[in-house]
T-cell receptor, first 114, second 120 residues
Framework: ETGVTQTPRHLVMGMTNKKSLKCEQHLGHNAMYWYKQSAKKPLELMFVYSLEERVENNSVPSRFSPECPNSSHLFLHLHTLQPEDSALYLC?????????????FGSGTRLTVV | AQTVTQSQPEMSVQEAETVTLSCTYDTSESDYYLFWYKQPPSRQMILVIRQEAYKQQNATENRFSVNFQKAAKSFSLKISDSQLGDAAMYFCAYRSSLTYSGGGADGLTFGKGTHLIIQP
């Protein structure tokens, strides 16, 4: 147990479905992140919530929508996904001040879009 | 933008031997932080070691040590006395400010990873 919990662990969804990924951290961190990990590609930073400020990454399609109701919880809402969105989605948390150690990651949600 | 390059997609080492994983990065910043993460089949990204750029001394954590060459922008990881449990994907990462952020948000930029195989 690392202090960052992601659910569900696996998710299979159709292209017309709507689903949500959940992340919870109990480390007292003030920043949370969503990363996408695809085969043969570096991890891609999708979204950042830092000091409760949402930081937009304009390269992420609008079919992905994050939500951060408080500093301990982070969601990723999914709708009308494409097969190429199949990947491992990792949540992480940290202290926003640089140098306060690395990020703490969850075990990820393996998403398959059919 | 910062980039991180890991030129070895896969490395293999005999148990109890020493292996070095390479990482180079590109940055115009003078103060930054570098990390090595390990990702075993369980998918958990585990922090192995971190290096602060302003420190000349190489970081060490038990059997793991780094060779940090700031001028060359190189950050290699040495694993001594390799154990079967060391088998995993290893990622080099750079912590930097986000160029599209107006505030203090930062992000980790990762390399593509090196798959480390331990031969018994």
């Amino acid at each position: 147990e690392t202090g960052v919990t992601q659910t569900p662990r696996h998710l299979v969804m159709g292209m017309t479905n709507k689903k949500s990924l959940k992340c919870e951290q109990h480390l007292g961190h003030n920043a949370m992140y969503w990363y996408k990990q695809s085969a043969k590609k570096p991890l891609e930073l999708m979204f950042v919530y830092s000091l409760e400020e949402r930081v937009e990454n304009n390269s992420v399609p609008s079919r992905f929508s994050p939500e951060c109701p408080n500093s301990s919880h982070l969601f990723l809402h999914l709708h009308t996904l494409q097969p190429e969105d199949s990947a491992l989605y990792l949540c992480a948390s940290s202290q926003v001040e640089r140098g306060r150690g690395g990020y703490t990651f969850g075990s990820g949600t393996r998403l398959t879009v059919v | 933008a910062q980039t991180v390059t890991q030129s070895q997609p896969e490395m293999s080492v005999q148990e109890a031997e020493t292996v070095t994983l390479s990482c180079t990065y590109d940055t115009s910043e003078s103060d930054y932080y570098l990390f090595w993460y390990k990702q075993p089949p369980s998918r958990q990204m585990i922090l192995v070691i971190r290096q602060e750029a302003y420190k000349q001394q190489n970081a060490t954590e038990n059997r793991f040590s780094v060779n940090f060459q700031k001028a060359a922008k190189s950050f290699s990881l040495k694993i001594s006395d390799s154990q079967l449990g060391d088998a995993a994907m290893y990622f080099c990462a750079y912590r930097s400010s986000l160029t599209y952020s107006g505030g203090g948000a930062d992000g980790l930029t990762f390399g593509k990873g090196t798959h480390l195989i331990i031969q018994p």
